[in-house]
């Protein structure tokens, strides 16, 4: 079964440093989304995108945030300068089409900024 | 807004106990509802969804019956085994497009042999 494959599995970075979350979504979804879950908290919703730009995005995904999707199978998120607070695991997914399909998710990328 | 709360956690099972879930939710118009499971280490896999009231979902075991009188969507199971351990988290989308989905707090269950 297709799955949707992120890297690395665990970062670690300096405060203040830029990091980029990589993401291969399932090959024929056509909506991509980032959340996070801060250790032992909620799941977060930060951005989805569809069509090539950002269709929603939640108040955590503010200027430090970016995505892309450079290619026709990666999907990348950008922290430009890490804090503290954005230690947490974050999750890409994607889904076939806008009906409420289910989320496909990753298995994550832990994120530890030092 | 949309919300969705969830039985808080930890729970703590033997077992061959049955299970059950608590899910409730807010919602503006007719929401999808799903239960994700994240095992330890892992990240979040579907578990069983409904699209619409009545509609029951259902997978390894587990079952769902989605409830628009009392915006509920308990998750049971008959017998779980230690293996169920892990955190589920109770989900539901309305968007059309954008999907953004909107997840509960997540419950921890523990299951001892």
């Known amino acids: 079964e297709p799955e949707v494959t992120q890297t690395p599995s665990h970062q670690v970075t300096q405060m203040g440093q830029e990091v980029i979350l990589r993401c291969v979504p399932i090959s024929n979804h056509l909506y991509f989304y980032w959340y996070r879950q801060i250790l032992g908290q909620k799941v977060e919703f930060l951005v989805s995108f569809y069509n090539n730009e950002i269709s929603e995005k939640s108040e955590i995904f503010d200027d430090q945030f970016s995505v892309e999707r450079p290619d026709g199978s990666n999907f990348t998120l950008k922290i430009r300068s890490t804090k503290l607070e954005d230690s947490a695991m974050y999750f890409c997914?994607?889904?076939?089409?806008?009906?409420?399909?289910?989320?496909?998710f990753g298995n994550g990328t832990r994120l530890t900024v030092t | 807004g949309n919300s969705v709360t969830q039985m808080e956690g930890p729970v703590t099972l033997s077992e061959e106990a049955f299970l059950t879930i608590n899910c409730t939710y807010t919602?503006?118009?007719?929401?999808?509802l799903f239960w994700y499971v994240q095992y330890p280490g892992e990240g979040l896999q579907l578990l069983l969804k409904?699209?619409?009231?009545?509609d029951k979902g259902s997978n390894k075991g587990f079952e769902a019956t989605y409830r628009k009188e009392t915006t509920s969507f308990h998750l049971e199971k008959g017998s779980v085994q230690v293996s169920d351990s892990a955190v589920y988290f109770c989900?539901?989308?309305?968007?059309?497009?954008?999907?953004?989905?909107?997840f509960g707090p997540g419950t921890r269950l523990s299951v001892l042999p």
């Open positions: 919602a503006t118009g007719y929401p999808s």
């Open positions: 989900a539901l989308s309305t968007d059309n497009y954008g999907q953004n989905f909107v």
């Open positions: 409904a699209t619409k009231a009545d």
């Open positions: 997914a994607s889904s076939r089409q806008g009906d409420n399909s289910p989320l496909h």
